[in-house]
């Protein structure tokens, strides 16, 4: 599986955190920035995680800015974007059970490293239940 990771300045330090991580465990994240914590615009970084997905070049993202809030507001303007802010254990359990998500988020200044780690486990442990949720999400898809 490929998955790529972005961040605004406000989730740089958490960004660096798990491509460390998951480099000890050799999987590589791709970085698509930003890469310091000068300040930046999240939209942009959404809508670059948001062009990499719809493109299908990775099958996942992890997207990553102060709250998390903002960001995923941004992505989630893109047509076939379902990101997720993943702030508890149930809620990343049903991002993949019953949304699907392509898309995790999560806070850099309200997440710890371990949380979230946590979190891309219980998400990537389960499977989409399909059935009506896929109905669902096949409505969004048809909105334009």
């Not at 406000?10 to 480099?23: D, N, R, S, V």
């Not at 997905?53 to 507001?73: E, K, M, N, P």
């Not at 891309?120 to 909105?143: L, S, T």
């Amino acid at each position: 599986m490929n998955i790529a990771i972005a961040s605004d300045h406000g989730g740089f330090q958490l960004k660096q955190e798990l491509i460390a991580y998951y480099a000890q465990k050799d999987i590589l994240l791709i970085d698509l920035g930003t890469y310091n914590t000068d300040s930046c615009d999240y939209p942009d970084i959404a809508k670059k995680m948001a062009e990499t997905i719809l493109s299908r070049r990775v099958d996942l993202g992890i997207l990553i800015c102060g709250t998390g809030i903002g960001i995923s507001i941004a992505a989630n303007r893109y047509h076939g974007i379902r990101a997720a802010l993943l702030y508890n254990d149930y809620v990343a359990e049903m991002a993949k059970k019953h949304n699907n998500a392509n898309i995790l988020v999560f806070g850099g200044r309200t997440m710890n490293s371990n949380e979230v780690i946590h979190r891309i486990d219980i998400f990537m442990n389960n499977k989409f239940e399909g059935g009506r949720h896929d109905c669902r999400i096949k409505k969004i898809e048809e909105r334009k």
